[in-house]
């Protein structure tokens, strides 16, 4: 069975990030919701307002032994823009910032030394802005949020946004998935 750590990242649109982090093997789940913020226990309107400070965010449950931090991490910044401040394509606003949440110590190294490396290998053409700051409160979703590329795959936003990033997770990142 394993040991379980927890992750929690946001990159954007929640429904992109659930969709493919659960395609993951050693990933045992992945709870979209929002973390960053003021308010407690804020909804989705709150947040999408962009006065909550929250940013949609994914909280992911994994087996370190069948997958690491540093390999989400890295699937976390290779599958997003982190170059982009406050938006992630048409989603605008804090809401949708790439932030890592680190939940101690070690998370926080392995985090910040593949920014670096990333940085340094030039990867991105602009500079990444992926804030790194300490994982606080986090809260769930409400309920139409779960897995909502699963229950939606041929809503419009689904179709023009979310198909074509999972098809090129998918190619990418093949050894990592789930059989």
Known sequence: MGNVQIATFGGG????????FKELRGVRSVMPGYAGGTMDDPGYEQVSSGRTGHAEAIRIEFDPSAISYQQLVEVFFLTHDPTQLNR?????GEQYRSVIFFHDDEQR?????????????????KSIVTAIVPAEKFFPAEDYHRDYYAKNPDQPYCQVVITPKLASFRKKFVALRKQ
């Open 13 to 20: 649109c929640f429904w992109c990030t659930e969709a493919m």
């Open 88 to 92: 992630q394509g048409h989603d605008v």
């Open 109 to 125: 190294r392995i985090a910040e030394a593949v920014k670096g490396r990333l940085e340094r290998e030039k990867v991105f053409d």
